[in-house]
């Protein structure tokens, strides 16, 4: 493999693979990109087993070929190259790639090429367009409530968003058991019916990777274990995660069983949680505890060894005065999901002690396909 290409091309396209790159593999080759070159182009493709990434962009091919070299090496070679055209040749016997730039000259252990696994374009059993602001709208309200990564090994199946497809409704319904987000959005066209659960670093990565400044179409195919979003030059692959999503529907509060409903607006309950969780989060539980009533909201917490906290903010309440106890965090990654200046927070009745311990919603007006379930915290 011979060929010239823009340095600005190349480091664009490395900074989207090398995100592929196991950090440490148990397969070297793992830490390698593989390169194809050919037809005025230079493929570049990374995986680690569980996301894949494929990427074209022109180059100017002397000689067709394919090689595999460092990705950690070659992304920080090309990032201080001197001039803005590359050169890379990968045709000497020694097992060296050579590459050029100005005045510089740098050297490079290529690896085998017969050990990377080659990524494929898959062709699934269903694929559909979605729009990039809309992908991103599903994620941005759904994947903050999943399970941490580093938690996975306790439940794996919560570390992902379940996307369901029905005809033309779009869903993405995510928990870690303690609250849930669901969100749903309209498609331009049907695009059956399909029910998986698909890893929210993946969603999060693709949402990074692909939206821009100008508006695209991302295209989906999803297998049974597999699922693909591209746009562009730009190929994204991840495994699916296996096992039943729990039916999140049944711990969605009834219409009818909601006693309060609060009107609040979002930045300033955000602060007066913020500040709250200053004294809160010394505890490993970070609870703060709310009481509505008539036109206002008293926010509080305490921690024995540091102090208390406690403010009033202005609401807008309807309905039965109560207090119930939260983990700060959750409450304020909710409002961080939020599209509107105000939201509404509605509960279920209060135990004889006057304490809510019945999940919640957050709603917006402006978005009625959105909704947000948290559990409370039971305090003493």
């Known amino acids: 493999m011979n060929i010239t290409l823009a340095k600005s091309d190349l480091i664009s396209a490395l900074q989207i693979v090398s995100k592929g790159l196991s950090t440490k593999p148990q397969t070297p080759i793992l830490s390698g990109i593989y390169m194809t070159a050919k037809e005025g182009q230079l493929e570049l493709q990374s995986t680690n087993y569980e996301l894949g990434f494929i990427v074209t962009i022109p180059a100017e091919i002397h000689t067709i070929g394919t090689a595999v070299l460092p990705g950690k090496y070659l992304t920080e070679f090309a990032r201080k190259l001197p001039a803005e055209e590359v050169s890379i040749d990968t045709g000497s016997s020694d097992g060296l790639a050579v590459i050029r730039s100005g005045s510089a000259r740098f050297t490079l252990r290529t690896m085998e090429v017969s050990d990377f696994p080659v990524l494929h374009r898959m062709e699934g059993t269903l694929q559909f367009t979605i729009k990039d602001r809309t992908l ?21 199946i919560f570390t992902g968003c379940q996307l369901e497809v029905e005809g033309k409704e779009v869903t993405f319904a995510a928990t870690n058991v303690h609250r849930l987000a669901v969100k749903s959005e309209l498609l331009e066209e049907d695009a059956g019916q399909i029910r998986i659960i698909i890893p929210a670093k993946f969603l999060e990565e693709v949402t990074r990777t692909i939206t821009g400044d100008v508006p695209t179409d991302i295209h989906v195919t999803c297998s049974y274990n597999q699922i693909s979003m591209s746009s562009g030059s730009i190929y994204m692959t991840s495994r699916l995660i296996e096992g039943a999503f729990p039916d999140y529907r049944r711990v969605i509060p009834q219409e ?52 208390e906290a406690e403010e009033t903010i202005a609401a807008e309440v309807t309905g039965d005065d109560v207090t119930i106890a939260f983990n700060a965090s959750y409450l304020m990654d909710a409002v961080k999901s939020l599209d509107s200046d105000t939201f509404i927070l509605s509960l279920q009745g209060a135990n004889a002690q006057g304490m809510n311990l019945s999940p919640i919603t957050i709603r917006e007006e402006a978005d009625p396909n959105y909704i947000y379930v948290v559990t409370p915290v039971r305090t003493h």
């Open 256 to 307: 009818e069983n909601i006693r309060t409903r609060v009107t609040l607006d979002a930045a300033t309950f955000a602060s007066a949680v913020e500040r709250a969780s200053l004294i809160a989060r010394t505890d490993q539980y970070n609870i703060v505890k709310l009481a509505f009533e008539q036109g206002l909201m008293r926010i509080s917490s305490n921690s024995p060894e540091i102090g």
């Open 136 to 156: 991103a709208r599903l994620v941005k309200k759904s994947t903050f409530a999943c399970l941490r990564e580093e938690q996975r090994d306790r439940r794996p």
